[in-house]
């Protein structure tokens, strides 16, 4: 007879490949916790003022990644009849940074859900792979991982074929950002610029419409455009 698809636990043999993998499984997850708190921390400030009631000149909100993953601040403000955008991007050290101009150069200002590009679909392959290696070295808690008699290999090996497709499509549906548009003419060239909005969800986009500044630039595009905003 082979071995059993689920095998009972073992708690005397810890063979190599089974400290190596609960010892992967752990650090992945001490990782990931000292990036998510660093994200929050870094980023705490402009999180108090991501709401339309805490800032009155504009609109801040975070770029999250999947939806969940916090990873940057957008803003886009409007004073003394100046427009100030600013991007902080914590993995990219090429992104907008500041950038005013006058009221008067500002051509659109639109809506748009950024689609998935390349990066984003290896991002989430890799992200969904190690999701699906570290979910499948769970059961070395109790199972050998040593591909013998107290090892549920089948078992585990499914849970990673499964998973990680699971998670990369996922992966994609969430990876979109609401994104704001805009438009400025600087003589004959006009430039677009993208900023993240709602925390990058479709579910917050109706709170825009609290913002007084930000209704004031809609405005001022449509009169610059001659076409509604949506």
Not at 15 to 30: E, K, S
Not at 39 to 51: F, M, W
Not at 121 to 150: E, N, Q, R, V
């Amino acid at each position: 007879m082979g071995d059993p698809v689920f095998p009972p636990g073992n708690f005397t043999i810890w063979p190599l490949t089974r400290t190596g993998a609960i010892t992967f499984d752990t650090l992945v997850l001490i990782i990931a916790l000292i990036l998510w708190f660093a994200s929050r921390i870094i980023y705490r400030r402009e999180r108090l003022l991501a709401t339309c009631q805490h800032l009155t000149d504009g609109v801040v909100s975070q770029y999250k990644l999947w939806g969940f993953w916090v990873c940057g601040v957008d803003s886009i403000r409007i004073a003394d009849g100046q427009v100030t955008l600013n991007r902080l991007r914590g993995n990219c050290c090429c992104s907008l940074q500041d950038l005013t101009f006058p009221v008067s150069s500002l051509v659109d200002l639109q809506l748009k859900r950024k689609g998935v590009f390349p990066l984003g679909i290896i991002w989430a392959f890799l992200i969904s792979c190690l999701c699906g290696m570290w979910l499948h070295f769970i059961p070395c808690i109790w199972w050998t991982c040593d591909w013998g008699y107290y090892d549920g290999q089948g078992v585990r090996g499914g849970i990673w074929f499964i998973t990680w497709p699971v998670l990369f499509f996922v992966y994609l549906l969430l990876y979109a950002v609401l994104e704001l548009e805009v438009s400025v003419q600087d003589g004959s060239r006009r430039t677009k610029y993208r900023l993240a909005v709602a925390d990058g969800s479709g579910r917050r986009v109706s709170n825009l419409a609290a913002c007084h500044q930000l209704e004031t630039l809609r405005q001022l595009a449509e009169m610059r455009s001659d076409k509604p905003i949506s």
